[in-house]
């Protein structure tokens, strides 16, 4: 079997709970939840970024934004960045779910879906940890209490190359 390599192709690796992949990660600019603040994924370019679509009605969602922020808050920002993306219809949900469990990073509201659309977010939650340059290492689908501590491993291996 012969296979033809365009340069739009993609690397895919199945691996237990993840895909690494090494495709340029969509740019999107979106609402701060709180604030209303426009952030753009390209302004974090240069950065390592762990961006987060979850959502108020989600348990393992709801699980892993406390468990995100303390990674968060021991990695530093100078070159580590966290987006979270919250997809509730009513973002008032998502407001008032940080307003019990405030976070430290960037919450934007996505009501539409339209940011997540080119991500082919169909479950939640789905996270993808980005690498300098904008591409995409890792997708998770999913949380449970612990895998904060493999993904922060691979940030600090990113963050020292």
Known sequence: MHFKLSRFAVLIFCLPGFIIAQELAQDFSASQIIGNEQVRLSD?????????????????????LPAYDKMYRELGTEEFEII????????DDGI?????????????ADPDGEVGIP????SLPVSYLIDREGRIVQRYRSYKAGDEIELKKLIEELLNK
Do not use: M, Q
């Not at 991500?119 to 169909?122: D, H, L």
């Open 96 to 108: 008032e779910f940080l307003e019990d469990h405030p976070v430290s990073y960037p919450v934007l």
């Open 44 to 64: 974090y370019r240069g950065k390592i970024v762990f961006l987060d679509f979850w959502a108020s009605w989600c348990p393992p969602c709801l699980a892993s």
């Open 119 to 122: 991500y082919g977010i169909r």
């Open 84 to 91: 979270a993306i919250n997809v509730d219809e009513d973002t």
